[in-house]
């Protein structure tokens, strides 16, 4: 069975770049892209990172995403109030079913 | 634009099947997987399973024999049965479209989620 395991928090101050991790294990994934959504409180998630480090449009070029190996990240760097939000880093397995990691919550304090 | 709405009863009694609709308006029907997720209170996001517009399907193997999902194309519509619901299956469960390239990437529309409670 593929999981990403994420850490359950992340915290920063406004204007700091902050990183969140998301490791794959298990059997293996699909096309080896990870994708990042970020979930706001009450509403449903939105896309943020696609590919890797792909930025859909209208994503504020604050955030990025890399991939190595089996691990990948989300960077957020001027970390803003609206930036707090739930994270959750997604993939698909080579079965073609969907697996999310388990979601970070980032707080700006 | 796409838009997608679940629609179905917010309260199911243990031991029964919880049915789930997703009506999409605007854009096409063909193309695409159509995605159940949902996400119990408090807590994080569970690929449910998802249709082809052809009518194949794919489930979560957590969910076993209890899940099931349908596509009606006339209809602009797919659903949800998940039978022998019980308390730990009380979640908001998301409809949403998943973009292809060759290959199942991300979802890229949703709907508004909503609040399914299990209880007698």
């Known amino acids: 069975q593929s999981v990403l395991t994420q850490p359950p928090s992340a915290s920063g101050t406004p204007g700091q770049r902050v990183t969140i991790s998301c490791s794959a294990s298990g059997s293996n994934f699909g096309n080896n892209y990870v994708y990042w959504y970020q979930q706001l409180p009450g509403a449903a998630p939105k896309l943020v990172i696609y590919?890797?480090?792909q930025r859909p449009s209208g994503v504020p070029d604050r955030f990025s995403g890399s991939k190595s190996g089996t691990s990948a990240s989300l960077a957020i760097s001027g970390l803003r109030s609206e930036d707090e939000a739930n994270y959750y880093c997604?993939?698909?397995?080579?079965?073609?079913?969907?697996?999310f990691g388990g979601g970070t919550k980032l707080t700006v304090l | 634009q796409v838009q997608l709405q679940e629609s179905g009863p917010g309260l199911v009694k243990p031991s029964e099947t919880l049915s789930l609709t997703c009506t999409v308006s605007?854009?096409?029907?063909?193309?695409?997987?159509w995605s159940w997720i949902r996400q119990p209170p408090g807590m994080g996001l569970h690929w449910i399973g998802h249709v082809y517009y052809t009518g194949s399907t794919n489930y979560n193997p957590s969910l076993g024999r209890r899940v099931a999902i349908s596509m009606d194309t006339s209809k602009r519509q797919f659903s949800l049965n998940l039978s022998s619901v019980t308390a730990a299956d009380t979640a908001v469960y998301f409809c949403a479209r998943v973009s292809l390239s060759g290959y199942p990437e991300y979802y890229d529309h949703w709907g508004q989620g909503t609040l399914v409670i299990v209880a007698s």
């Open positions: 590919r890797n480090s």
């Open positions: 605007g854009g096409s029907i063909n193309g695409f997987y």
């Open positions: 997604a993939a698909w397995d080579d079965s073609l079913r969907g697996v």
